[in-house]
């Protein structure tokens, strides 16, 4: 069991590190039934170890899913580190799904949902008018509900691609060294890590996948497009889609951006295809790709002049500060193929999403000697941008 103390402004609270134990893991198997994004990604439970018994040994923690593609996603549960014992359910399972007739499917779907221990889920599922009986759930209209779609969008998806998720404490070496082959072999399969905390009197899980690693620098950009992609694929492609936007010298720029943010980063948000997010503790910035020869780094809630005023320490030759049309709460700066992302850039990414004062991250801190203030970046409104069109959310994009 180990200790520390975190908090956000002046509120501090102590977190503390919880064993993992049978009851824990009843409990997550729970939450990833009633919370669709509890293991990072939004995942509809339709089925668990006793509709599948004649498959799966009815001692394992294993769930059948379908994710926002419409792909079917067999999840398995574990308590302590996973080894190869344990990805032989999800493969069972997957393999099952493969097999699968969606009426089939749907019958599972219902058994499942209307079983007491499920409840909540049942009750939820009325709410949201996904089309059911006693006899079959409707998974087309189960998803539109789930995920805000048309039901079109999944009747021809629908369990065409399977998936495996295996989410345990910790990985032996073997077990990383199969998944990583069986990735390489075009099995799509990931591997989370899950830990348990103590925050406030509250318990709150915490999971982050490690196989494969998310690291950009360990993962190339991999080209994989299916017709499910047509859909938002800055959501499902992620940090791939604005890498495709970007020449080669500015797709190398954006991963530099990405890693030495990585440690000061709370969450990265691909919420818009144009511009996606990264999260901070205090501060955030908005990056824009829409031009293909720079990346755009906003100060989100900031005014030109402070966004200005806070990059005066780091000395950064040649940087403006750009108001770009329907962006006013994020003055940019633009980075180029000439742009050096030295030492004095990483400080600064640093001390905006810590909201440390300006220069806290250069060498010598506080303490230390700092260069003499060179005349703030000029803040003008942008002249060459272009003129972007209003979208849906009253931005432009």
Not at 115 to 139: K, Y
Not at 168 to 188: D, P, S
Not at 242 to 253: F, G, K, T, Y
Not at 350 to 364: C, F, H, I, Q, R
């Amino acid at each position: 069991m180990s200790r520390v103390y975190t908090g956000l402004g002046r509120s501090f609270q102590e977190i503390t590190s919880l064993p993992m134990d049978v009851e824990a893991l009843a409990d997550i198997e729970r939450r990833v039934k009633l919370q669709p994004h509890f293991l990072g990604e939004p995942l509809v439970v339709v089925g668990e170890t006793v509709d599948f018994a004649h498959v799966l040994d009815p001692r394992s923690h294993t769930l059948a899913a379908l994710d926002s593609l419409g792909r079917a996603t067999a999840i398995v549960l574990a308590v302590g580190a996973a080894d190869m014992a344990l990805a032989t359910p999800a493969l069972q399972l997957a393999s099952h799904l493969a097999g699968m007739p969606l009426a089939d499917l749907g019958k599972v779907a219902a058994s499942f949902v209307r079983r007491p221990a499920n409840e909540a889920l049942h009750r939820i599922w009325s709410e949201m008018d996904v089309e059911m009986d006693p006899e079959t759930v409707e998974l087309s209209s189960l998803l539109a509900a789930a995920y805000e779609r048309d039901a079109e969008d999944f009747r021809d998806a629908l369990n065409r691609q399977q998936r495996v998720v295996i989410a345990a404490e910790g990985f032996t070496l073997r077990l990383v060294q199969v998944i990583q082959w069986l990735q390489a072999a075009g099995v799509n399969i990931v591997g989370l890590r899950y830990r348990r905390y103590l925050v406030g009197g509250q318990e709150v899980y915490f999971a982050e996948r490690v196989v494969p690693s998310q690291d950009p620098a360990v993962d190339a950009p991999r080209r994989e497009f299916t017709p499910q992609e047509t859909v938002e694929p800055w959501r499902t492609k992620g940090r791939q889609y604005h890498i495709e936007r970007l020449s080669p010298a500015m797709a190398a720029a954006l991963d530099e951006i990405l890693l030495a943010t990585r440690e000061h980063t709370f969450t990265v948000n691909w919420s818009h295809p144009s511009y996606f997010w990264i999260r901070g503790a205090r501060r955030n910035f908005r990056v824009r790709t829409y031009h293909r020869d720079r990346v755009e780094l906003g100060f989100y809630n900031a005014a030109p002049a402070a966004a200005a005023s806070f990059l005066v320490p780091y000395r950064l030759e040649g940087l403006e500060v750009v108001s770009v049309g329907g962006y006013s709460d994020s003055p940019f700066v633009a980075v180029t193929a000439e742009t050096r992302l030295d030492e004095r850039w990483n400080a600064m990414m640093a001390d905006w999403l810590t909201g440390a004062p300006p220069g806290k991250s250069l060498e010598g801190g506080e303490t230390g000697a700092r260069p003499p203030p060179s005349p703030p970046p000029a803040a003008r409104p942008s002249s060459d941008l272009g003129r972007q069109e209003p979208d849906r959310h009253g931005e432009r994009s």
